[in-house]
């Protein structure tokens, strides 16, 4: 059995389209776990409306998703655990290819490198990737490599050894991989969408969240990512790739965007809290 588990911190808007894709799934032996992280929205009662026995919830005071996925983590019955994001849908397969090299004994755990912008024709999704320098329509490079620090899926046995995720913030689903001393390998096929944000607010907010983490060089490595956002390269950049992609709003992006990872770096800095 596979136990599929969502973090979700106010996503009403994403939610249930991302319940409905894997209750779509032509692998049938799975459970859905969803993990409130105290939402302020609607969100638990939109999952509580979705009619399906697969669909468990489990709420928990805002502490992040690391404590999040481990709260999941220990009422899964499955083998295999399986993490996404409540912005994520996917093909009918993705569950059935992510897993396979899993169950025939070839790895202990696996991601997948097939993962696309799902709101492209949006012009603020667009900037987030052009920001990224990724390709269009692809949340990762054309030549990504074949195994990475985040768990798409893993041996349940494997996580709790190490006693899942700590909470490191926007790296925090890089420290199971640490402690394992293992990498995720790719899974062929497992197809899957993910949301880029599509408005400022989100982008403001996302941004401050990827500013949230830890810097190996301490205070230096903070210094240098305070300085890479600071307003004159901003400035700079964002009149460079406007003129690039022929989009002035990109100048707009760029100091809202560098302006969330700037705050998020100093919030990190003084607070050593890297929750969501």
């Not at 209750?23 to 992280?37: A, P, S, T």
């Not at 790895?107 to 052009?130: D, H, L, M, Q």
């Not at 909470?167 to 001393?181: I, P, V």
Request: net charge positive; glycine share 6%.
């Amino acid at each position: 059995m596979i136990s599929v588990i969502i973090p979700t911190y106010n996503e009403e808007n994403v939610i249930v389209d991302c319940l409905q894709s894997l209750l779509k799934q032509k692998m049938r032996d799975f459970e859905i776990i969803v993990v409130d992280d105290g939402s302020t929205d609607s969100t638990t009662d939109k999952v509580n409306a979705v009619d399906s026995s697969k669909v468990k919830i489990f709420t928990q005071d805002h502490k992040g998703p690391a404590a999040a996925r481990n709260l999941g983590a220990n009422n899964a019955k499955g083998e295999i655990l399986v993490f996404v994001d409540a912005d994520m849908t996917f093909e009918k397969v993705f569950l059935r290819k992510l897993v396979a090299p899993i169950i025939n004994g070839s790895t202990i755990g696996t991601f997948s490198k097939e993962e696309y912008v799902s709101n492209w024709n949006n012009v603020w999704a667009r900037c987030w990737n052009w920001n990224l320098n990724l390709p269009s329509k692809r949340r990762l490079p054309l030549k990504y490599p074949d195994t990475q620090k985040v768990f798409r899926a893993i041996l349940k046995k494997s996580f709790k050894n190490v006693g899942g995720f700590d909470n490191g913030g926007y790296t925090d689903d890089w420290t199971l991989s640490e402690k394992l001393h293992v990498l995720a390998t790719h899974a062929t096929g497992a197809r899957f969408y993910h949301k880029n944000p599509d408005n400022l607010s989100e982008v403001f907010i996302q941004s401050r969240w990827v500013g949230k983490r830890r810097y190996k060089l301490g205070i230096i490595g903070i210094i240098i990512a305070l300085v890479r956002v600071s307003f004159p390269l901003s400035a700079i950049v964002g009149v460079i790739k406007s003129i690039l992609h022929r989009d002035s709003r990109f100048l707009l992006f760029k100091f809202i965007a560098d302006l969330g990872v700037f705050v998020g770096v100093l919030s990190f800095a003084f607070t050593k809290k890297g929750n969501k």
